[in-house]
Each structure stands twice: as structure tokens, then as C-alpha cells.
């Protein structure tokens, strides 16, 4: 595995944040829904993000919760485009 400089880490670990929260937020004030593409799109990269940050970090539960989430995100992207 190949290990990130400290500042790239810390990067892409605050841009998920960004992305997961600004989808969270966007959803709870109702500009967006719960199943648009948008916010599904959003979480998608906040995850993905994420879970690169974790496991530079070794953080173990974390990329797991991250990885089940942006699976659940995924699929219900696809069904999204589908309906």
C-alpha cells in the first residue's frame, strides 16, 4: 500500500467531509431530495473520499462503515437512473 504525504491525507480527508455533510445539509434544509441524483451523487464522493482517508489512517471501522454506506449509495443511484 502506498502512503499518502501527510497534507494529501488531510486533504482528501476533509473533502469527504465536505461532500458528505454539504449532501446532509442540503437534504435537511429540503433542497435537494433523498434520492437525487445529487445527493446520491454527493455521498458517493464524500465516501469514496473517505474511505481513502481511512485507510491511510488504518482506521478500520471507519472505511468499513464507509464502504457499506457508499455500496447502499451506489445501489440506490442505479435505481434512481432505472425508475
Do not use: D, R
Not at 474511505?51 to 455500496?71: D, E, F, M, P, R
Amino acid at each position: 500500500m502506498v502512503t499518502l504525504p501527510k497534507y494529501i491525507q488531510e486533504a482528501i480527508g476533509w473533502t469527504g467531509a465536505l461532500f458528505s455533510l454539504s449532501a446532509f445539509s442540503l437534504n435537511s434544509l429540503n433542497v435537494i431530495g433523498s434520492q437525487s441524483v445529487e445527493y446520491l451523487s454527493m455521498n458517493m464522493i464524500g465516501c469514496f473520499f473517505l474511505i481513502i482517508y481511512a485507510v491511510n489512517k488504518n482506521a478500520h471501522a471507519s472505511w468499513v462503515l464507509n464502504s457499506i454506506w457508499l455500496l447502499m449509495t451506489a445501489v440506490a443511484l442505479v435505481k434512481a437512473f432505472l425508475t
